[in-house]
């Protein structure tokens, strides 16, 4: 027989599945084909997933030899490997699942897990029910998880919370296993979302200094020493991954300018943004286009600051998590920082991979995390106040925190975003490449500015229905030489644009009519009907297909004329 400790722990996981397929509704109406299809981001990603399992049952140690940015070597590199959660998305691509099914079923799943972990955690530290729930629902459905939708490694929050509860069952009951649960939840995170890892890392340093100034009992060095051999077997474990990130970013100098961090880095509005209906009802929709969307929640606040006034006996705790939300907040203005001090300059300067990363607001994950926390010691404080009617109080609590954050039914990404869609049919042309035999290089044009080639992520997900070497390319950065090649293209067709052609192995070239603009560089199709080393291959709707002809076959037929 379950005891009802399990029982209402089971409850709860239940009741953090219902309220994501509330909160994320209408997806589960169609799950395999829902998504913010327009968005580049959630095309790349699916596109992401769907590579993972693909190469991974084709050619395992070519996984990172991606097929875009042909034939440019390692560029999955170039973005996230989301490989955290191959045992999800896995089994269902394999199986026959669409990329939209594998992407929503990992969001299902981090919803419902974030919140979960959290209750587990905030469970454990206030030893209350209800206001551990409170947390989990301000930590899984805060405001700045439906507006990164599309950028599905930002939804990889669950790892955190279940990282700080091994921690603290670690310094608790001084078993081993905890210590290496904390472990394998930071490798869980990297394999989810460098970013996520990064600043997981950073609070635990703060989770573990903190309590050590405050209580000898965390300065043992036999606990420390087990943490440090668990760090080395971290990093061992997740090395054959960022050794990947760090070969291509150092070989290819792939590096974010501080000008570049300065746009994109929180500003005060920032940590009053919000997509939830109340909040844009009562002032959210005044704020203009923030640069991300990290207000926590009214509630979430009120019970935090009643979580900061209140039990002295728990100031080591309070400490801990407070410090962490101060850091990511500091943290998230970038170089700027705050009154001329920049916690983020000194990471900067100090810290490597700091190069490669450009969202900064990103930092406000800390924020949702120790003001999750803090928020569930005030509920589990006005509960006790409530006396009998304590439980239902906070029940209520849970409802109203849930109401004020919702923002289903999901229309789009964030206010005048883009839309939830249903994916469209497979386009005719790559069904037809799909059929070609051999391995070679597409070329789609239009090919996109260096500066907006978020317009190529449509070829990039169109990819996942025949798996040639794409020469167009979208992802976190561009290949060294796209900026070149754009450059060469613009006169195709041309004797150099031919060279550089053939320099990528292009067997095809698509050319979508319909999707050109004032600012690309337009075709002159008769030239291209005069020019010998191009030829129809195949005809659709708005897409011609002109084949390459090989530079040996070219010298023949010129011979023969």
């Known amino acids: 027989m379950i005891d009802a400790g399990r029982r209402r722990v089971w409850a709860a996981a239940g009741l953090f599945v219902l309220l994501t397929l509330i909160a994320t509704y209408p997806i589960v109406r169609a799950p395999a084909s829902y998504a913010f299809f327009n968005h580049a981001d959630a095309q790349l990603n699916m596109w992401i997933l769907a590579w993972d399992a693909h190469a991974l049952a084709h050619n395992p140690l070519s996984l990172f030899d991606a097929n875009i940015f042909f034939p440019e070597p390692r560029t999955l590199a170039y973005s996230e490997t989301l490989l955290g959660y191959l045992p999800l998305f896995g089994p269902i691509l394999w199986l026959g699942g669409s990329p939209a099914l594998a992407f929503n079923a990992v969001i299902l799943f981090s919803f419902a897990a974030s919140g979960f972990g959290m209750y587990l955690l905030a469970r454990h530290l206030t030893g209350r029910e209800w206001p551990a729930i409170v947390a989990g629902i301000v930590y899984a459905f805060t405001p700045y998880r439906f507006v990164h939708f599309p950028q599905i490694q930002l939804e990889s929050m669950e790892w955190i919370p279940l990282a700080f509860l091994s921690l603290h069952l670690f310094y608790e009951r001084g078993q081993r296993r905890y210590a290496f649960g904390v472990g394998a939840c930071v490798a869980m995170e990297a394999l989810c979302c460098v970013y996520h890892a990064i600043f997981l890392v950073i609070a635990l340093v703060v989770a573990a200094i903190v309590p050590a100034i405050c209580d000898a009992r965390a300065r043992d060095w036999r606990a420390l020493a087990t943490l440090m051999i668990v760090a080395c077997v971290t990093v061992l474990v997740v090395a054959p991954v ?320």
């Open 242 to 561: 960022v050794a990947e990130y760090v070969n291509v970013h150092r070989t290819q100098h792939l590096e974010r300018s501080f000008s570049e961090i300065t746009r994109k880095s929180a500003e005060p509005a920032t940590y009053l943004a919000s997509p939830a209906r109340l909040h844009q009802r009562l002032w959210a929709s005044r704020l203009g286009v923030p640069r991300d969307y990290l207000f926590p929640g009214i509630a979430a606040l009120f019970f935090a600051a009643i979580g900061v006034a209140g039990r002295p006996g728990r100031r080591t705790l309070v400490l801990t998590y407070g410090a962490i939300a101060v850091i990511g907040l500091a943290a998230s203005f970038g170089p700027r920082g705050i009154g001329g001090l920049s916690l983020y300059e000194m990471f900067y300067s100090t810290i490597p991979i700091f190069h490669g990363l450009r969202q900064v607001t990103r930092f406000g994950v800390l924020v949702i995390l120790g003001v999750s926390v803090l928020a569930a010691q005030g509920a589990a404080i006005v509960e006790a106040r409530l006396g009998r009617w304590g439980a239902v109080g906070s029940g209520v609590f849970a409802v109203v925190v849930f109401l004020e954050l919702l923002v289903a039914p999901l229309k789009a990404d964030r206010p005048g975003g883009e839309a939830l869609v249903r994916v469209p049919p497979t386009p005719p042309v790559y069904t037809w490449l799909a059929q070609q035999p051999g391995k070679f290089g597409i070329l789609e044009l239009p090919i996109a500015h260096r500066g907006q080639f978020w317009e190529n992520a449509s070829y990039v997900y169109w990819s996942t229905v025949h798996w040639h070497g794409l020469v167009d390319g979208y992802s976190g950065f561009a290949s060294p030489g796209y900026a070149s090649l754009e450059r060469v293209l613009s006169g195709f067709p041309d004797d150099l644009s031919r060279r550089a052609l053939l320099m990528h192995h292009v067997r095809y070239v698509i050319v979508h009519r319909d999707l050109y603009q004032p600012w690309h560089a337009p075709l002159n199709f008769d030239r291209i009907n005069r020019t010998d080393w191009l030829q129809p291959a195949a005809k659709f709707p708005n897409v011609d297909v002109l084949w390459v002809r090989p530079e040996d076959r070219l010298m023949t037929y010129a011979g023969h004329h």
